[in-house]
């Protein structure tokens, strides 16, 4: 559970406190406000504050007064030529922060997202929970054997129950000289500072932080890492995300959904052959001028 008692109840007391605003809100953002998601085994991912709407996006589109809202099917079509045209400020103007709990070495993927603004638990300051990231048996796969950087066949049988026994056994010896280490409460030892300490854990152990970033960033973040090439770990946190994100701003995600996320980008080579085979023409790769990586992809694109 990635949530203690006490933790649930103080995000049970934050949630029941409501207040009035002349803000603009989200109905469907308002439900997750605060609520702890659960993702992997000790991770979370919630709401904590946000601004703006699918009004705020075509409000500022036209540079409105009052709430800029024309009708709705007026809002959803501007929205899709938005998002269509690559006129990506107006979505800059909506604003998530989330709260995040999360393996380190998911971390080390999702900071490389420069266009956010991040605070991290200091394991300086602080000691870390024995809480370390142990797949599920479905998800300890084997290497794949067409794509260096991913995953096949789970592993089964003796090789995937001593894999398990390798996580869990090496997590908890690290993380009990991690407190030997620290020596905390006992007065007998000087006791290792945390931020050194902390350099024996491994990078299945989780971090917490506090994440902010505009729709526009976001919506980038979740084509790269909600797509089925992004490592599991870390595409059910934005998995998770494109549910909130559906719920907070609708019409802006269902433009997302269908250009970006259901949409494909298609290179010169590639729309000249879909034009000679609409006209009849027999194209291979040979004839293409595509390689046999690109071509792979241009057929699978095309189903
Ligand atoms: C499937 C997958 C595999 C990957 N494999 C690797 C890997 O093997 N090794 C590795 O190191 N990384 C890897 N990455 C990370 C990847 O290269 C990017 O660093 C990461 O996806 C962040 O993307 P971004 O830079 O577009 O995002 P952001 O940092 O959020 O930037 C968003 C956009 O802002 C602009 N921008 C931001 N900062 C700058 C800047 N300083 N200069 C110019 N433009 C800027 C760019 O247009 C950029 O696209 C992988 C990512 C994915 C999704």
Redesign the pocket.
Known sequence: MPLTAEQAAEIEEQRAQTGTTRRAISEGMEEHLYKAHEVLDHGLIRVIDYMGNDSAITQAARVSYGKGTKAVSNDEGLIRYLMRHWHSTPFEMCEVKFHVKLPVFVAR?WI?????NVNEYSARYSILDREFYIPKPEHLAAQSVINN?GRGEALTGAEAEAVLKYLRDDSDKAYDHYEEMMAEGDDDKQGLARELARMNLPANVYTQWYWKVDLH?LF??LR??A?S??QYEIRVYAEKMCEIVKDWVPAAYSAFEDYRMGGANISEKGLDCIRRRLAGEDVTQENSGMSKGEWREFEGMLG
Do not use: K
Request: hydrophobic share 25%; glycine share 0%.
């Open positions: 993927q490389r997202h420069r266009t956010a950087q960033n980038h973040f790269l890492r797509d090439h992004a």
